[in-house]
Nanobody, 126 residues
Framework: QVQLVESGGGLVQAGGSLRLSCAAS????????MGWFRQAPGKEREFVAG???????TRYADSVEGRFTISRDSAKNTYLQMSSLEPEDTATYYC????????????????????WGQGTQVTVGS
C-alpha cells in the first residue's frame, strides 16, 4: 500500500492555472499507474487524467483534454498542470495509484485504483 498526499490546490480566477502535486511514500515509477480524479459537491467522483506505469501513455477526460497535463518524475511525485481553468473545474481533486497490471494500461475507472490521497480543493472563480 502506498501513501499519497496531494498539494497545490487553492482559489484561482477563471482562465488561470494551478499545478497539483501528489507525493507518494515510495517510488511509483514502473510499479504504479497513477490517476487524478475529482469530485464536486453533489456529483460522483470522475476521472480527470491518468498515466501508465512507465510514463509512456496518458489519458484525459474530454472535459480537460488540451487544458490539463499529467506528468510524473522518476521518483515519487505525480503532477497535474491545469490551465485555462473554468468554474466547472471546481472540485476536490484526488490522486490515486494502481499497483501492477499491464504496463501500457491507463485505468479510468476509480474502482481499478488501490490507493487514494485525501484530496486537495480547487476553486475557480468566475
Amino acid at each position: 500500500q502506498v501513501q499519497l498526499v496531494e498539494s497545490g490546490g487553492g482559489l484561482v480566477q477563471a482562465g488561470g492555472s494551478l499545478r497539483l502535486s501528489c507525493a507518494a511514500s515510495e517510488r511509483t515509477f514502473s510499479a504504479y499507474a497513477m490517476g487524478w480524479f475529482r469530485q464536486a459537491p453533489g456529483k460522483e467522483r470522475e476521472f480527470v487524467a491518468g498515466i501508465n506505469r512507465i510514463n509512456t501513455r496518458t489519458r484525459y477526460a474530454d472535459s480537460v483534454e488540451g487544458r490539463f497535463t499529467i506528468s510524473r518524475d522518476s521518483a515519487k511525485n505525480t503532477y497535474l498542470q491545469m490551465s485555462s481553468l473554468e468554474p466547472e473545474d471546481t472540485a476536490t481533486y484526488y490522486c490515486a495509484a494502481k499497483s501492477g497490471g499491464n504496463i501500457w494500461n491507463v485505468p479510468s475507472n476509480a474502482a481499478e485504483y488501490d490507493d487514494w490521497g485525501q484530496g486537495t480543493q480547487v476553486t475557480v472563480g468566475s
